[in-house]
């Protein structure tokens, strides 16, 4: 079946540090992929998405590139703050039954000033 | 504004007792989900509707249950028979028929057991 396989955090960072995220997946055909932002006591929110391969995810400084050679789609900004402490999610979407997600386990983010 | 509401924000059961948690959507989506989110780990699946008046079980539907009468709402009831329900319950919804959408969430409903 899908999986997703996230980097294990916690992750700390001081502000203004690069931030990697790894995250690959095994999925039969060609799934979208997506990364959720997680704020403490709150629902996930849709952080950015692609949905066909060499496709480049982006939004608030986040991008992620969809690779299907490698099977990844690694989460980067290159100069996060503060306020970018929260837990990120990596997920796909099988198109192969509409409606389904599969999540990975999360990786909680903490950024220092 | 268009959204997903979930309510109540926290709930407290008693032991024994049948809770229901509420999602209500007004983005007009067809398809409908409840995760459950236990501390430090991911999100699992319990139900899922991508239509109205049917549902499928996910991972974990033991001890839950769900109607769909209408498009808009998708409650689930936490039934005694689920031994562990302390948890954090997300609600979601998605444009069945458009994986690349992704999922809209709601704000979640923690349940604790007292």
């Known amino acids: 079946g899908d999986s997703v396989t996230q980097m294990e955090g916690p992750v700390t960072l001081s502000e203004e540090a690069f931030l990697t995220i790894n995250c690959t997946y095994t999925a039969t055909g060609y799934p979208s992929l997506f990364w959720y932002v997680q704020y403490p006591g709150e629902g996930l929110q849709l952080l950015l998405k692609a949905t066909k391969a060499d496709d480049k995810g982006s939004n608030k400084g986040f991008e992620a590139t969809y690779r299907k050679e490698t099977t990844s789609f690694h989460l980067e900004k290159g100069s996060v703050q503060v306020s970018d402490s929260a837990v990120y999610f990596c997920?796909?979407?099988?198109?192969?039954?509409?409606?389904?997600?599969?999540f990975g386990d999360g990786t909680t983010l903490t950024v220092k000033p | 504004d268009g959204g997903i509401t979930q309510s109540p924000k926290y709930l407290f059961r008693k032991e024994g007792q049948n809770v229901t948690l509420s999602c209500e959507q007004n983005l007009n989506h067809d398809a409908m989900y409840w995760y459950r989110q236990d501390p430090g780990q991911g999100l699992r699946l319990i139900y899922y509707s991508q239509i109205v008046n049917d549902f499928q079980k996910g991972d974990i539907a033991e001890g839950y249950s769900v109607s769909r009468e209408k498009k808009e709402s998708f409650p689930l009831t936490v039934t005694s028979a689920q031994k562990n329900p302390t948890a954090f319950y997300l609600c979601?919804?998605?444009?069945?028929?458009?994986?690349?959408?992704?999922?809209?969430f709601g704000s979640g409903t923690r349940l604790t057991v007292v």
């Open positions: 997920a796909l979407g099988d198109n192969t039954n509409a409606g389904k997600s599969t």
């Open positions: 979601a919804s998605s444009i069945a028929s458009r994986q690349g959408h992704g999922y809209t």
